[in-house]
């Protein structure tokens, strides 16, 4: 482990996720240097590699501490754990994208393993760290809202291929907007309301087949459009919807309920925005801009969290912790989605 900051990165998995860790990266030099990069696929590292001025590795050279002490993991999910078993086996340290991983009971013991040997280990999403939860957590903290009684998170569109180029990938068994988006909407009410303590789910396919930005037609293999109440342990409950089957919601990406207001945020898959309160009905919606930040906080800061815990002696960041209750929220609601739905007597018309 390094004694001193800047700490050595390694990204592994050059995707267009990792265009944005490199912006975010390379705007704290004094924190992280991102010095080498590798992929699953040597061509893509290498011109990635090119473009940043970093040296081309492999996967091996990376995960096992050759190139960085801290490997930053951004490759396809079901990848996840076997990667960052093997750099917690050699002492390095990792950050993951999201989800953590694909199954929750070997991501528990992941992480039992890198407690156990002390080594840091940091998961996505980061937006937890960012200026719009700090402030939100702050007005739930100081009773602004009152009694936290319910709330609402909604992710609905058209699906990644109407900008991603190879979204076959993202409608894979065992994907889907649940496991792709989800992580994001069920982290940010995890942060914010507690752990939950029950689910109830239902998930249907919508639309299927798919077609790409070229016309190209795939079939979507998991559940495009996804429905969940979450009940909390603090007795708040939630509603979740996740789905690529519509074109566009008027509905709040994240709303929290109070018994004295009501609180909107923005979208939990990014670092910026402002939030609006609402104290009753007779009021309109007052809009709160979190104290700006320089630079501007993207994705990869959790990289530069995950970072300081190798250097600096505080508490660690459970966004580890975090990451696992949300993978066994998903599991949760994807079992529950698969219950016999109870029978409801025909209506007369």
Sequence with gaps: MPDQLPV?????GCGMVAQEYMATLTAHPDQVRVTACADLDPERARVFADRHDLTPVTVEQAVEGMAGDLVVILTP???HLALAERAVTAGVAVYLEKPLGDDAAAARRLLDRAQAQGVPIGCAPDTTLAPPARLAAQLIEEGRLGSVTSAGATLVGPGPESWHPTPQTLYAEGVGPLRDMGPYYLSMLVHLLGPVSTVHGSAQHHRTPRRTLGGESFPAQSPTHVNSLLSFASGASATLTVGWDGSVSATPHLEIRGTDATLALPDPNFHHGALRLRRSWREPWEELHPPAADPPPGRGIGVLA???????PHPQWESAE????????IEAIEHAATREPYPVPAHPR
């Design 77 to 79: 999910p079901h990848t």
């Design 306 to 312: 995950t970072a300081s815990h190798l250097t600096t």
């Design 8 to 12: 050595r990165c390694v990204i592994v």
């Design 322 to 329: 975090l990451a696992l209750h949300v993978l066994h929220l």
